[in-house]
C-alpha cells in the first residue's frame, strides 16, 4: 500500500465548476502538506502550502487538511480553462525530514 | 523561493551513449533531489544529492546508471549512462528549501531515445 494515495481522475468539468482533488495518507507523521500545479511541459509549481490541521484559503484555491482522517483536499471554486493542469498532492513530516512523498497526480480539464 | 535552472531542456540521444543534466539553484541549498516522469505519470525519485556525500539512491537506480555530482550548494549534475529507448522521460531537478520544508523544481529535461 501506498504512503499517498490520490484520487487517480482524469476530472472533465465545465468552466465555473467546483473542483475537489484528494489525497488520503497512512503516516501520521506528516505535518506539512502541499499541492502542486504541473503544466504540460513544466515541473510542478506550488500552490498551497499548509502545517498541520484547517484550512487554508487563497483566492480561488481552498486547502483542506483533516489529520484525525488522513485527508487532504484541494478546492477550486469558479474553475477556468487555466486550471487545466495534473494537481499532486505531497506531504512531509517535518524540516529536517528528506524528501516529500508526492500522490500519482489528477488531471483536470476545465472545459469552456 | 530561489530559482532553479535545468539544462538541456531537451535532448534527443542515440542508443548506448550518455547524457549530463545540470541543475542550478541561484541560492545555496542542503538537498537537492533527481526525479524522473513518464509523461502522464507521476514522479519518481531517483535519488537525493548531498553536498559532501554521496548521493542516496532509491530502489531500482543505481550509481553506475546514474551517476550524480554535487560539487557545492548551488550545483549538481545527473548522468544517464549507456542509454537505451527505456530511458526516455522526463528528468527533474528539485531543491528542498529547509525553513518551509517544501521541494522546488526545475522544468525538467526531456530526454528521447533512439
Known amino acids: 500500500q501506498k504512503e499517498v494515495e490520490q484520487d487517480p481522475g482524469p476530472l472533465s468539468v465545465p468552466e465555473g465548476a467546483i473542483v475537489s482533488l484528494n489525497c488520503t495518507y497512512s503516516?501520521?507523521?506528516?505535518?506539512?502538506f502541499m499541492w502542486y500545479r504541473q503544466y504540460s511541459r513544466k515541473g510542478p509549481e506550488l500552490l498551497m502550502y499548509?502545517?498541520?490541521?484547517g484550512n487554508k484559503e487563497d483566492g480561488r484555491f481552498t486547502a483542506q487538511v483533516d489529520k484525525s482522517s488522513k485527508y487532504i483536499s484541494l478546492f477550486i471554486r469558479d474553475s477556468q480553462p487555466s486550471d487545466s493542469a495534473t494537481y499532486l498532492c505531497?506531504?512531509?513530516?517535518?524540516?529536517?525530514?528528506?524528501?516529500?512523498?508526492f500522490g500519482d497526480g489528477t488531471t483536470l480539464t476545465v472545459k469552456p | 523561493s530561489a530559482v532553479i535552472s535545468q539544462k538541456p531542456s531537451r535532448d534527443i540521444c542515440q542508443r548506448g551513449t550518455s547524457l549530463t543534466i545540470q541543475c542550478q539553484v541561484d541560492?545555496?541549498?542542503?538537498?537537492m533531489f533527481w526525479y524522473r516522469q513518464q509523461p502522464g505519470q507521476s514522479l519518481t525519485l531517483i535519488a537525493t544529492?548531498?553536498?559532501?556525500?554521496?548521493?542516496?539512491?532509491e530502489s531500482g537506480f543505481v550509481i553506475d546508471k546514474f551517476p550524480i555530482s554535487r560539487p557545492n550548494l548551488t550545483f549538481s549534475t545527473l548522468t544517464v549512462s549507456n542509454m537505451s529507448p527505456e530511458d526516455s522521460s522526463i528528468y527533474l531537478c528539485?531543491?528542498?528549501?529547509?525553513?518551509?520544508?517544501?521541494?522546488?523544481f526545475g522544468d525538467g529535461t526531456r530526454l528521447s531515445i533512439l
Open positions: 505531497a506531504m512531509t513530516q517535518d524540516t529536517n525530514a528528506g524528501k516529500s512523498t
Open positions: 503516516n501520521s507523521a506528516f505535518q506539512y
Open positions: 499548509t502545517y498541520s490541521s
Open positions: 541560492s545555496q541549498v542542503t538537498m
Open positions: 544529492a548531498n553536498q559532501g556525500s554521496e548521493a542516496t539512491y
Open positions: 528539485s531543491y528542498r528549501d529547509r525553513s518551509t520544508s517544501i521541494q522546488h
